[in-house]
C-alpha cells in the first residue's frame, strides 16, 4: 500500500511525539514535568490566541501564559501549593481588571474571564499526571489513543448515523461505540496485567474514561467552531496544534484522578 505524500508530516509528527512522549515518562521526574510545562505554555497560548488573533490583547496573554506555568510548576514538588497557588492567580487577574478597567473603562470583564478559563482548562487539568505512576500514565495515553483510532476507522467504514453534527460532523453513532468497547479493552488489559483492582472496575474505568476522552474530543471542537477556526495552531504538521492533540487528556486525567479518590486500580 502506497502512502499519500499529504500524510508524511502527520505521520512523521505522530512518530517524533510518541517517541517524546515515550523518553519523557521512561526519564519522569524532571523531563515529565519539563513536557508537560511546555504543553502547558503552548496550549494557552493557542487557547488565548482563538480568542484574541494576531496581535490582540498581547500582553493579556502573556500574563495568562506565566500565570499557568507558575501554577504547575508550583504544585510539581508540592500538590499542597494548589489552592494558594490558584488564589494568587485569581488575585493578580482581579487585580488586572481593575487597574485595566480604571485607566480604560472599555476594558470588559470578560476578557479576565478568558484569562481565568484558560488556567482552568490547561495546567490545572493536565496537573494530575504529575502525581500518577508509570503504568497509570501509560493507560491515560493509551486509552484516547486507541479509543480514538478505532473510533476513527470504524467510523470511516461502518459510520452511517451522525452522533453530534453540530459539534462534530464527521463523527458517528457506530464509530463511538466502537472507541468505547475499545476503551474497556484497553482498561481490561491493564487491569490484567499491571492492576491490583477488580476486572469489572477497569471495565468501568475504561466506559468512564472513553466517554470523557469523546467529551474532550468534543469540547474542543465545539470551541473551535465557536471561535471560527479550523485548528487550535500549527505547531505540529498535520495535526494542528498542541490542544488539538490533548483535548481528550484533558478530559481523562482528572476524571481518573477523581476516580481514584473512590477506587484503587494499581
Known amino acids: 500500500m502506497i502512502i499519500d505524500s499529504k500524510h508524511f508530516p502527520r505521520i512523521i509528527t505522530g512518530a517524533v511525539l510518541i517517541f517524546i512522549l515515550v ?7 524532571p523531563y515529565l514535568f519539563a513536557l508537560l510545562l511546555l504543553f502547558t505554555l503552548v496550549g494557552l497560548w493557542e487557547f ?44 493578580a487577574l482581579a487585580c488586572t481588571f481593575l487597574f485595566s478597567w480604571a485607566k480604560d473603562d472599555t476594558h470588559r470583564f470578560t476578557e479576565v474571564a478568558v484569562l481565568g478559563a484558560g488556567i482552568l482548562y490547561v495546567p490545572l487539568l493536565l496537573m494530575p499526571a504529575m502525581w500518577l505512576s508509570l503504568p497509570e500514565q501509560c493507560l491515560l495515553l493509551c486509552i484516547p489513543a486507541v479509543s480514538d483510532t478505532v473510533a476513527y476507522f470504524v467510523g470511516s467504514r461502518f459510520g452511517k448515523h451522525k452522533i453530534w453534527p453540530k459539534v462534530s460532523p464527521k463523527k458517528s453513532v457506530e464509530g ?25 472496575s477497569f471495565l468501568l474505568l475504561g466506559l468512564a474514561l472513553g466517554i470523557m476522552a469523546q467529551l474532550g474530543d468534543f469540547f474542543e471542537s465545539a470551541l473551535k467552531r465557536s471561535r471560527s477556526v479550523k485548528d487550535s495552531g500549527k505547531i505540529l504538521p498535520g495535526h494542528g496544534g498542541i490542544l488539538d492533540r490533548v483535548d481528550s487528556l484533558l478530559f481523562v486525567i482528572p476524571s481518573y484522578a477523581i476516580a481514584t479518590s473512590f477506587w484503587t486500580f494499581f
Request: glycine letters at 18%; hydrophobic letters at 55%.
Open 23 to 29: 523518553v519523557a515518562l521512561a526519564l519522569s521526574g
Open 176 to 200: 463511538s461505540i466502537a472507541g468505547l468497547v475499545a476503551a474497556m479493552l484497553v482498561s481490561l488489559g491493564f487491569g490484567l496485567s499491571l492492576g491490583n483492582g477488580q476486572l469489572g
Open 48 to 91: 488565548y490566541s482563538m480568542f484574541w488573533p494576531n496581535h490582540a490583547n498581547l500582553g493579556g496573554r502573556i500574563l495568562g501564559v506565566v500565570l499557568g506555568g507558575l501554577i504547575l510548576a508550583a504544585t510539581w514538588h508540592h500538590p499542597d501549593n494548589l489552592v494558594p497557588a490558584i488564589g494568587a492567580a485569581t488575585l
